[in-house]
């Protein structure tokens, strides 16, 4: 319910059961989703439009798990059980479906390191 009423007021779609670490920034909230089994690290920056989505409703983990000091562009979709690790960045508009390792800048569709 709780998340439902946040969710209007806000457009920021948070599931109850996510995980969220300490100082998550959420610049320009409208169109966040975080699914049900998401792990957000420390630091975490955030922009309008982001997914951490699921790719099937199977049981268990299915939904990423994000490292610390990450930083995720607008409309950037990370899905699936997939891990960005600590320091990396995902340019705006990209598709993850892949890890990333620490400290690398991913863009593009699919996701890609440059």
Do not use: F
């Not at 049981?59 to 995720?72: A, S």
């Not at 979709?77 to 705006?92: Q, Y």
């Not at 990333?100 to 996701?111: E, K, S």
């Amino acid at each position: 319910m709780w998340a439902y009423a946040g969710r209007i007021a806000t457009g920021i779609e948070i599931h109850p059961a996510a995980k969220i670490g300490r100082r998550l920034v959420i610049d320009h909230g409208m169109g966040i989703v975080i699914g049900e089994t998401a792990v957000v690290g420390d630091d975490v920056l955030l922009y309008h439009g982001v997914t951490l989505g699921a790719k099937s409703a199977t049981r268990g983990k299915r939904h990423p798990t994000v490292g610390n000091r990450v930083v995720i562009g607008a409309g950037a979709i990370v899905i699936g059980n997939v891990t960005l690790h600590d320091d990396s960045i995902v340019g705006a508009g990209s598709v993850v479906t892949k890890d990333v390792a620490n400290g690398v800048t991913v863009i593009g569709n699919p996701a890609r390191t440059i």
